[in-house]
């Protein structure tokens, strides 16, 4: 086991506070938050439980900050961003572990794809400011007007996220949003709030302004709801489930805030007779298995092609075998803890739902599971039919199921069986294949023999339940931004 840094060892054990105006301040209320190390069960600290009227104190410190903030030249918004990049790739081994206590995931993903993703998409959105362009449009009437479009932000901009990513998603919301020039108050999710913390720190360190990230820990409907629901709130980004993302459509509506969600998924992979196998069994275990399966892209139904069933099915069930549970601070892991026992809970019901259903259990059921922790089993589940909840539902954990076709179209009509619309995969070395696929597929994201992938500048975001508004890319940054049309008359 690495042993913590002291720097991570003295900020998790440290009582934390709401992060408003450039300050740590306390609470209005009392209300506190308990923060576990999942591996552990074991209690790191306590952070504030913001209430509403903490929520008024973010939100007019953002607001107070707006005007300041949105008229600072775009080459010092991009300076900004860019050294907070820089920044966080130094301190990439502290927020690596700071993850590992608080969510559980192996510090070796953080720093392969959670705290790089983040700099880079800092460094990123620090180029975008240079992007942000109106036109000048020639009127179909062709009077005598000189008419163009500005690019305005769109103002305080609430940001509301899970703790599947905790930096990660800060930076999703965070990049295109300072980019276009708003001012944030962001909540982290209650079970990982550490990381959004240590980041206001550094947000401070390295200069920007009192009132441009404010940072608001706490529940949601003490802090996130009120958040969701404020008058003075122009804009509320959301990622998490579903069922949550309608609530706050609904909280919304009160001053026609702009909403972006990007919501749950039941991704599926397509596995064809012709792919690459030893590419497709561990391009579909990364799909399922990355980040404990607690991914909303997690690929968890897999449908392979009648002539390699059998011998995909065994070669998946043998790499799961592979998989080594344990502490995300000990180099050997390959799995960590799922983020809370609350979430162990569920995704067991989910197993065991399967089983109740006629399903099958392909892996080891037996296979060692640590006694201490919120670890669940990697699971690969056969047998399974598109009616029962292991096929229909979101797990958000280690648990793959894998279904069969004969025909491309049985292929396409089972990815499309779904309510959601996030992500899928298909693995064929039929390049025109990949085409009708990729066309065919209701999804924010088609991934041809590969999957997962993200990069700042290719846009992200779901189709049918699973939300709107894209993530990362231009295409994040126009929803930050607001179009407003000047008519000039040249008489
Ligand atoms: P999960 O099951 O991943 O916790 P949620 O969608 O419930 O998914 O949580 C994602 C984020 O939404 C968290 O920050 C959570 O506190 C917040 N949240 C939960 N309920 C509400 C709500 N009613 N209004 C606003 N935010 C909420």
């Given at each position: 086991?690495?042993?913590?840094?002291?720097?991570?060892?003295?900020?998790?054990?440290?009582?934390?506070?709401?992060?408003?105006?450039?300050?740590?301040?306390?609470?209005?209320?009392?209300?506190?938050?308990?923060?576990?190390?999942?591996?552990?069960?074991?209690?790191?600290?306590?952070?504030?439980?913001?209430?509403?009227?903490?929520?008024?104190?973010?939100?007019?410190?953002?607001?107070?900050?707006?005007?300041?903030?949105?008229?600072?030249?775009?080459?010092?918004?991009g300076?900004?961003l860019w050294?907070l990049g820089a920044?966080l790739e130094?301190?990439?081994?502290?927020?690596?572990?700071?993850?590992?206590?608080?969510?559980?995931?192996?510090?070796?993903?953080?720093?392969?794809v959670d705290v790089p993703l983040t700099a880079g998409l800092f460094k990123y959105y620090a180029g975008a400011?240079?992007?942000?362009?109106?036109?000048?449009?020639?009127?179909?009437?062709?009077?005598?007007?000189?008419?163009?479009?500005?690019?305005?932000?769109?103002?305080?901009?609430?940001?509301?996220?899970?703790?599947?990513f905790?930096l990660l998603m800060c930076g999703y919301k965070l990049g295109p949003s300072l980019a276009?020039?708003?001012?944030?108050?962001?909540?982290?999710?209650?079970?990982?709030?550490?990381?959004?913390?240590?980041l206001?720190?550094?947000?401070?360190?390295?200069?920007?302004?009192?009132?441009?990230?404010?940072?608001?820990?706490?529940?949601?409907?003490?802090?996130?709801?009120?958040?969701?629901?404020?008058?003075?709130?122009?804009?509320?980004?959301?990622?998490?489930?579903?069922?949550?993302?309608?609530?706050?459509?609904?909280?919304?509506?009160?001053?026609?805030?702009?909403?972006?969600?990007?919501?749950?998924?039941?991704?599926?992979?397509?596995?064809?007779?012709?792919?690459?196998?030893?590419?497709?069994?561990?391009?579909?275990?990364?799909?399922?298995?990355?980040?404990?399966?607690?991914?909303?892209?997690?690929?968890?139904?897999?449908?392979?092609?009648?002539?390699?069933?059998?011998?995909?099915?065994?070669?998946?069930?043998?790499?799961?075998?592979?998989?080594?549970?344990?502490?995300?601070?000990?180099?050997?892991?390959?799995?960590?803890?799922?983020?809370?026992?609350?979430?162990?809970?569920?995704?067991?019901?989910?197993?065991?739902?399967?089983?109740?259903?006629?399903?099958?259990?392909?892996?080891?059921?037996?296979?060692?599971?640590?006694?201490?922790?919120?670890?669940?089993?990697?699971?690969?589940?056969?047998?399974?039919?598109?009616?029962?909840?292991?096929?229909?539902?979101?797990?958000?954990?280690?648990?793959?199921?894998?279904?069969?076709?004969?025909?491309?179209?049985?292929?396409?009509?089972?990815?499309?069986?779904?309510?959601?619309?996030?992500?899928?995969?298909?693995?064929?070395?039929?390049?025109?294949?990949?085409?009708?696929?990729?066309?065919?597929?209701?999804?924010?994201?088609?991934?041809?023999?590969?999957?997962?992938?993200f990069d700042p500048a290719v846009p992200f975001?779901?189709?049918?339940?699973?939300?709107?508004?894209k993530e990362l890319g231009e295409e994040a940054l126009?929803?930050y931004?607001?179009?407003?049309?000047?008519?000039?008359?040249?008489?």
């Open positions: 086991m690495v042993a913590l840094l002291e720097s991570v060892e003295a900020f998790s054990s440290r009582e934390h506070q709401l992060f408003i105006g450039g300050e740590f301040v306390a609470s209005r209320g009392s209300e506190r938050i308990d923060v576990h190390d999942p591996a552990t069960g074991g209690l790191l600290t306590t952070v504030a439980s913001a209430n509403a009227e903490d929520v008024d104190a973010a939100v007019a410190a953002a607001r107070a900050a707006l005007p300041g903030w949105a008229a600072l030249p775009p080459a010092q918004r300076e900004l050294r920044r130094e301190l990439a081994e502290e927020f690596a572990q700071l993850e590992a206590i608080d969510n559980g995931k192996p510090t070796s993903e953080s720093l392969a400011v240079s992007r942000i362009e109106g036109r000048t449009i020639a009127p179909m009437g062709g009077a005598n007007f000189h008419v163009y479009t500005r690019r305005e932000p769109v103002g305080v901009v609430g940001a509301i996220i899970p703790w599947n905790p276009a020039g708003n001012t944030v108050v962001l909540k982290p999710a209650e079970q990982t709030p550490l990381a959004a913390l240590r206001a720190e550094v947000l401070a360190e390295v200069g920007f302004p009192p009132g441009v990230v404010n940072i608001v820990t706490g529940l949601g409907p003490s802090a996130g709801a009120p958040l969701a629901a404020h008058g003075d709130v122009d804009k509320v980004t959301f990622t998490g489930e579903t069922s949550t993302g309608q609530k706050i459509m609904e909280a919304a509506k009160g001053n026609m805030k702009k909403v972006s969600l990007e919501l749950g998924g039941k991704s599926p992979s397509l596995v064809f007779a012709d792919a690459d196998l030893d590419a497709a069994v561990e391009g579909t275990f990364g799909a399922v298995f990355f980040n404990q399966g607690q991914c909303c892209i997690a690929g968890a139904r897999v449908y392979v092609h009648d002539d390699i069933y059998d011998e995909f099915t065994k070669r998946l069930v043998d790499r799961v075998g592979e998989v080594r549970l344990g502490s995300g601070l000990d180099p050997r892991t390959t799995m960590g803890p799922l983020v809370s026992a609350e979430q162990q809970a569920r995704v067991n019901g989910y197993i065991r739902s399967g089983l109740e259903e006629g399903a099958s259990i392909a892996s080891d059921p037996a296979s060692a599971v640590p006694e201490v922790g919120s670890f669940v089993r990697p699971t690969v589940f056969t047998d399974v039919r598109p009616d029962m909840r292991i096929m229909r539902e979101e797990i958000f954990g280690p648990v793959a199921m894998v279904g069969r076709f004969s025909t491309e179209e049985q292929a396409i009509a089972a990815a499309n069986d779904t309510a959601y619309g996030l992500c899928s995969g298909v693995w064929t070395r039929d390049v025109a294949r990949v085409h009708r696929i990729a066309a065919a597929i209701h999804a924010g994201t088609v991934y041809a023999n590969t999957y997962g992938y975001g779901g189709f049918k339940m699973s939300g709107f508004g126009d929803h931004l607001q179009t407003k049309t000047v008519w000039v008359n040249l008489d």
